[in-house]
């Protein structure tokens, strides 16, 4: 009986006492700073690594203050992933505070990047005011399936150096992914043909790429961050009415009342998606299927 009892209670402290910390970390951590690329990583590493977002779905990247949560998450991890935000550099700076060695992905600096000024397609609102966009990259790239596709390569490369065994099935799985964004590319271009040249009114400028890759004009209503002036109104409605607009867009994480606004004045249908959500290709989807009322 007493050995019973011995060999209990060695197992018990052998196994039962293991941190919960400790078998966490059996995987490697992936941290993104914004959701949609949580969806792009786990399509590429399954279930061989944890993959968080540092920021949810209903913040604006643009504002967003780190949490200590947030800066203690990214700390942990063993890869974190940005884009480019502002709010990045307090997480990157947690990250050079702490006591391990964490990898740092910038794909802003990976990737071939738009700037406002240079991309025809957005709408100047800021008229007879400095526009803070000039010469500004847009950093909305994951609202592109041309980019997203660019972009798994180099996710492909980053996280093979964390599990290299793993090299050859993340190769496969980014490949299944692109194939699947080709897919969707294809789709949205099929779809959008027939408004190619028009307009969408949107509150934030975050359809850049999406716009210049399917021939659409952004007509974005903020102007330096804000909602419009009323000397701006009049500039705004002649610039929407001149690019025979389709509809407008509103998201959760800005203020939509300059864009409500503009479309109850052209009588123009308001359509709502989130450029946050963890599911890219999910979200083109749903906001191609807005634009084109389907």
């Keep these: 009986m007493k050995r019973l009892l011995s060999l209990a209670l060695l197992i018990f402290f052998t196994f039962g006492c293991q941190s919960p910390e400790k078998k966490v970390k059996e995987q490697p951590l992936v941290v993104t700073s914004i959701p949609p690329y949580v969806s792009i990583v786990k399509a590429i590493v399954g279930n061989t690594m944890e993959v968080k977002s540092a920021l949810g779905i209903d913040f604006d990247p643009h504002v967003a203050e780190p949490t200590p949560r947030e800066m203690k998450m990214v ?9 480019g935000e502002a709010y990045e550099y307090k997480l990157v700076t947690a990250i050079q505070e702490g006591v391990r060695k964490v990898e740092v992905l910038e794909l802003d600096e990976e990737t071939p990047l738009l700037s406002y000024s240079q991309d025809t397609h ?6 007879g005011g400095v526009n803070t966009f000039e010469g500004t990259k847009d950093l909305h790239f994951w609202l592109s399936p041309r980019m997203l596709i660019i972009q798994v390569n180099i996710l492909v490369d980053a996280l093979t ?5 793993n090299g050859e099935v993340y190769r496969e799985n980014g490949n299944m992914l692109i194939e699947k964004l080709k897919e969707l590319d294809h789709q949205i271009e ?14 934030h400028p975050a359809l850049g790429y999406y716009c210049h890759d399917y021939h659409l004009i952004q007509i974005a209503i903020e102007c330096e961050g804000k909602s419009p002036l009323p000397k701006n109104v009049h500039h705004i409605l002649d610039l929407a009415k ?3 607009p389709i509809c407008a867009l509103t998201a959760p994480q800005f203020n939509n009342r300059g864009a409500e606004m503009i479309a109850e004045k052209l009588n123009l249908r308001v359509e709502s998606f989130n450029p946050m959500g963890e599911y890219p290709l999910q ?3 749903q906001l191609t299927d807005a634009i084109t009322d389907r």
């Design 190 to 203: 099929e779809k959008l043909h027939p408004y190619q040249n028009r307009a969408i009114i949107v509150s």
């Design 161 to 165: 150096k964390m599990k290299s065994e």
């Design 75 to 83: 700390q942990d991890a063993d890869l974190f992933i940005g884009v």
């Design 242 to 244: 001149s690019s025979n």
């Design 122 to 127: 957005f709408g100047d609102v800021c008229r």
């Design 283 to 285: 979200t083109l989807q």
